[in-house]
């Protein structure tokens, strides 16, 4: 089974991307072979600083081989070494819809909070689906803001297949049965996100331990005291599947656990249970930093792995839409075309 996924470099990475995407990359690295590509092309459709992209690429590297990612089983590349992405998004292109990328919901959020709206970020989803498609994949494992992505790069694969000839696989999403939308800390009803949250709301796979138990004890809380989920109740909710993650306990565990507790004792324990579950990535992901030359030979690595799986792909993709191959070795030499 091929598994692929994408998560951007820039903003520093928090516990929505850890319990949305990363664990579930580290399970399912052990069902197939399993591509991760850090997507720093997508990183520059909305303001950014060219000189931070280089830091925030290696960090993210270095995480989410902290966080369990082996090397040996996974192909761990960035998305710019492959420059098969951008050649097949701008083919996708031309199987995209207008319309289609008009309703995606995270552009019209995106754009409404920036002042210049790029071309790249409204067409940012054509390059998502080439990411996914080049590669023959399967399964995408994602957190639930992604959903509407990989739909759309099912439905392109669909139309690229039907105009051109059955070439592409068409993928599915995956999602973690737990925690697939981990909320802000804070204002509850938004997700955890370092652009659209707040900043005590955010909780960083890098912050150090006392941030992190600070930021669960000043969580907000709902009117009651019962420790159990219900809609009317979001930021518990949110609380009680961030616990059962970081305990590896089923929703209901966490209930029965804090029954007629309240909601102090519970804010401070799943602190603590955050902070264990981060201890161990943070020491990793120090050391791994630190030898920047292995981080670059290992992504070197993945890259050239990269290549050779989508490179293919995107030949057939040039054939199917009717390309003419340029021909390779002394087109000029012997076999000189005669003058008219
Ligand atoms: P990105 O970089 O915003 O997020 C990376 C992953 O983290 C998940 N995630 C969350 N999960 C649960 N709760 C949250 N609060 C939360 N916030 C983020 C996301 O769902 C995602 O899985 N467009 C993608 C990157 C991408 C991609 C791809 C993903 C590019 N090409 C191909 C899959 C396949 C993005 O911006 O993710």
């Given at each position: 089974?091929?598994?692929?996924?994408?998560i951007?470099?820039?903003?520093?990475?928090?516990?929505?991307?850890?319990?949305?995407?990363?664990?579930?990359?580290?399970?399912?690295?052990?069902?197939?072979?399993?591509?991760?590509?850090?997507?720093?092309?997508?990183?520059?459709?909305?303001?950014y600083?060219?000189?931070?992209?280089?830091?925030?690429?290696?960090?993210?590297?270095?995480?989410?081989?902290?966080?369990?990612?082996?090397?040996?089983?996974?192909?761990?590349?960035?998305?710019?070494?492959?420059?098969?992405?951008?050649?097949?998004?701008?083919?996708?292109?031309?199987?995209?819809?207008f319309?289609?990328?008009?309703?995606?919901?995270?552009?019209?959020?995106?754009?409404?909070?920036?002042?210049?709206?790029?071309?790249?970020?409204?067409?940012?989803?054509?390059?998502?689906?080439?990411?996914?498609?080049?590669?023959?994949?399967?399964?995408?494992p994602?957190?639930?803001?992604q959903?509407?992505?990989?739909?759309?790069?099912?439905?392109?694969?669909?139309?690229?297949?039907?105009?051109?000839?059955?070439?592409?696989?068409?993928?599915?999403?995956?999602f973690?049965?737990?925690?697939?939308?981990?909320?802000?800390?804070?204002?509850?009803?938004?997700?955890?996100?370092?652009?659209?949250?707040?900043?005590?709301?955010?909780?960083?796979?890098?912050?150090?331990?006392?941030?992190?138990?600070?930021?669960?004890?000043?969580?907000?809380?709902?009117?009651?005291?019962?420790?159990?989920?219900?809609?009317?109740?979001?930021?518990?909710?949110?609380?009680?599947?961030?616990?059962?993650?970081?305990?590896?306990?089923?929703?209901?565990?966490?209930?029965?656990?804090y029954?007629?507790?309240?909601?102090?004792?519970?804010?401070?324990?799943?602190?603590?249970?955050?902070?264990?579950?981060?201890?161990?990535?943070?020491?990793?992901?120090?050391?791994?930093?630190?030898?920047?030359?292995?981080?670059?030979?290992?992504?070197?690595?993945?890259?050239?792995?990269?290549?050779?799986?989508?490179?293919?792909?995107?030949?057939?993709?040039?054939?199917?839409m009717?390309?003419?191959?340029?021909?390779?070795?002394?087109?000029?030499?012997?076999?000189?075309?005669?003058?008219?």
């Amino acid at each position: 089974m091929r598994i692929f996924s994408g998560i951007q470099p820039t903003g520093a990475k928090h516990l929505g991307n850890y319990i949305g995407a990363i664990r579930q990359y580290v399970a399912t690295q052990e069902q197939g072979d399993a591509f991760f590509c850090i997507v720093d092309l997508h990183s520059i459709t909305v303001e950014y600083d060219p000189s931070e992209l280089r830091e925030s690429t290696l960090s993210l590297a270095a995480l989410l081989f902290a966080a369990g990612l082996d090397p040996e089983r996974s192909t761990v590349f960035v998305q710019s070494h492959v420059p098969a992405h951008p050649e097949a998004a701008w083919l996708l292109g031309s199987v995209t819809s207008f319309g289609e990328l008009r309703r995606m919901t995270q552009f019209k959020d995106k754009a409404d909070a920036q002042e210049f709206v790029s071309a790249g970020l409204f067409s940012y989803p054509v390059l998502q689906a080439a990411d996914i498609l080049l590669y023959r994949t399967d399964i995408v494992p994602i957190g639930e803001d992604q959903r509407q992505h990989v739909e759309l790069a099912r439905d392109v694969a669909e139309r690229f297949n039907a105009r051109f000839g059955e070439t592409l696989t068409i993928p599915k999403a995956v999602f973690p049965e737990v925690g697939a939308r981990i909320m802000d800390l804070q204002e509850p009803e938004r997700k955890m996100s370092t652009t659209g949250g707040t900043a005590q709301g955010t909780v960083l796979v890098l912050d150090p331990p006392d941030t992190i138990r600070k930021k669960f004890k000043t969580a907000v809380t709902d009117s009651g005291r019962e420790v159990v989920r219900s809609p009317e109740k979001p930021g518990i909710s949110n609380l009680i599947e961030i616990m059962a993650v970081a305990r590896a306990e089923e929703p209901e565990a966490v209930e029965a656990h804090y029954d007629g507790q309240g909601y102090g004792a519970f804010k401070v324990d799943v602190g603590e249970a955050v902070v264990e579950l981060f201890d161990p990535i943070r020491d990793a992901y120090e050391e791994l930093r630190g030898d920047e030359t292995e981080l670059q030979r290992l992504l070197a690595r993945g890259a050239e792995k990269a290549r050779k799986a989508s490179e293919p792909v995107l030949q057939e993709m040039y054939d199917r839409m009717g390309f003419v191959k340029a021909k390779t070795g002394r087109l000029f030499g012997a076999a000189r075309p005669k003058r008219l």
